[in-house]
């Protein structure tokens, strides 16, 4: 039968026949029309939401942790500043002298204020 | 004939239509490169001369792994998505044919593994035929696409990849993540079961 002349057993031929079997569209219609369905898809990877979210994704997560730094900074110096306002304010000289009042058998300021404070 | 990396970058040059007559492979591969990194900067046209210059290759690579045109189809435009949302990763200086083809082999089995698990039956009795009519008489062909569904699919596509595509025992070992002694020892056996069965089949008529 002429087609099996085609096919001996010298490895080309089969080879031969084996391109036959597998060749490839030819037309470049063919070859156009697969490239624009290949860059729809790509497209749509592009335009699908969660490339949107993924690009946003790392400006994101820093700016959070810059923002939670800045608030911890901003809350442990407002406790401080407010610790140092309460211990100034403890510390400074009362205005009307309270305990003299209430005792005046205290030695001296610096012993009311110390009393004052173990006895709240 | 066997169509080698560097013939492929010809073409590729070729389809790029640089100015100046026909580029050497390094001027290819230097091209390659610069659409490669507009591609990454999010050149989509970049990608898009990438696509036509690899497609046909991609294909093959595809099409002597699944068992069908569509099939193959599929795993083109998979392993073309694959690529592009990989991109990233992928370093210029790396021959991107070499990188999308691994991609491309393993959209193919993924494909396959996917049909194996879909279908369960039995594989048919011949492997489906091209869509296009090559020429060569359907008799031939009907006969060569039963003798290859006796080799494996491994076998099978280590054969085309290599007589059809010429792709070296290494790049298809690459390909298939197999050694390449395996992919020259799985040619071989490929080769030699094609021949007996060929021969066998022209004694009974």
Not at chain 2, 95 to 106: E, V
Not at chain 2, 177 to 193: F, M, N, V, Y
Request: charged letters at 30%; a negative charge; aromatic letters at 6%.
């Amino acid at each position: 039968m002429t087609d099996f002349r085609l096919i001996s057993n010298d490895d080309d031929e089969v080879a031969r026949g084996l391109r036959s079997l597998y060749a490839a569209p030819a037309g470049d219609g063919y070859w156009n029309e697969l490239e624009a369905r290949i860059m729809a898809r790509v497209a749509d990877v592009e335009l699908g939401w969660w490339t949107e979210l993924d690009r946003w994704v790392r400006p994101a997560l820093a700016a959070a942790a810059v923002l939670l730094m800045a608030a911890g900074v901003a809350m442990f110096r407002a406790h401080e500043v407010e610790g140092d306002i309460a211990a100034e304010n403890m510390l400074s000289s009362p205005a009307v002298p309270v305990s003299t009042a209430i005792r005046p058998a205290l030695q001296d300021d610096r012993e009311a204020r110390i009393r004052f404070l173990f006895g709240r | 004939m066997r169509v080698d990396t560097g013939n492929a970058l010809m073409t590729a040059a070729t389809t790029i239509e640089l100015p100046f007559g026909m580029p050497s492979v390094s001027d290819a591969r230097s091209d390659e490169r610069a659409l490669v990194i507009a591609a990454q900067k999010g050149s989509s046209e970049a990608f898009a001369q990438l696509v036509r210059v690899h497609q046909r290759r991609a294909y093959a690579v595809c099409r002597a792994i699944v068992l069908t045109h569509e099939d193959a189809e599929d795993a083109v435009q998979e392993g073309f998505l694959h690529a592009y949302r990989a991109l990233d990763r992928f370093l210029p200086d790396q021959p991107f044919g070499a990188w999308l083809y691994r991609i491309m082999a393993n959209a193919s089995l993924d494909l396959v593994r996917r049909r194996k698990v879909r279908d369960a039956d039995e594989l048919p009795d011949t492997v489906p035929m091209p869509f296009r009519d090559p020429g060569e008489s359907d008799e031939l062909r009907r006969r060569l696409s039963h003798a290859l569904t006796k080799l494996t699919e491994r076998q099978r596509s280590v054969i085309v990849l290599h007589d059809v595509e010429g792709f070296t025992h290494g790049e298809i070992g690459g390909m298939l993540g197999i050694p390449e002694g395996t992919a020259r020892s799985d040619l071989h056996h490929a080769r030699a079961a094609l021949r007996r069965i060929l021969k066998d089949v022209r004694s009974d008529l």
